[in-house]
C-alpha cells in the first residue's frame, strides 16, 4: 500500500510560480512511476505530466508543457511539480497519483493505483 500527501498548493498570480511536492510512504516508492492530474470545476479529471520510476522519462500534457516540470527525489520519498508561467486556467485541485508499473503508460491514460488527497492552486488574472 502507497499514502500519498501533497503539499505546496496556493494563491499565485499570474505569470507567477509554483512548487507542489507528493510525499510517500512505503518501501516501494522508487519503483512506482509517478504523476500529477488536476481537476477544475465542472471538468473531468485531467492528465498533467508524469515520471517513471528512474526519473529519466517525463511526459507532459500540452496544456502545460513547457511551463511545467515533474521531478523525483527517490531517496526522499518525493515527486514535485513545478509549475512556471502560471495562467488562470491552471486553477484546479492538484492530485498525485501512482502506477505500480515503472513506466509511465497507465498514468498517461489518466489513470493511476493510488491517489493523493489533493491539494489546491488558485491562479488569480
Known amino acids: 500500500q502507497v499514502q500519498l500527501v501533497e503539499f505546496g498548493g496556493g494563491l499565485v498570480q499570474a505569470g507567477g510560480s509554483l512548487r507542489l511536492s507528493c510525499a510517500a510512504s512505503?518501501?516501494?516508492?522508487?519503483?512506482?512511476?509517478m504523476g500529477w492530474f488536476r481537476r477544475s470545476p465542472g471538468k473531468e479529471r485531467e492528465f498533467v505530466a508524469a515520471?517513471?520510476?528512474?526519473?529519466?522519462?517525463?511526459y507532459y500534457a500540452d496544456s502545460v508543457k513547457g511551463r511545467f516540470t515533474i521531478s523525483r527525489d527517490n531517496a526522499k520519498n518525493t515527486v514535485y511539480l513545478q509549475m512556471n508561467a502560471m495562467k488562470p486556467e491552471d486553477t484546479a485541485v492538484y492530485y498525485c497519483?501512482?502506477?505500480?508499473?515503472?513506466?509511465?503508460?497507465?498514468?498517461?491514460?489518466?489513470?493511476?493505483?493510488?491517489w493523493g488527497q489533493g491539494t489546491q492552486v488558485t491562479v488569480s488574472s
Open positions: 515520471i517513471n520510476w528512474s526519473g529519466s522519462t517525463t
Open positions: 512505503g518501501r516501494t516508492f522508487s519503483g512506482f512511476a
Open positions: 497519483a501512482a502506477s505500480r508499473l515503472g513506466t509511465i503508460v497507465v498514468l498517461v491514460t489518466n489513470e493511476a493505483d493510488y
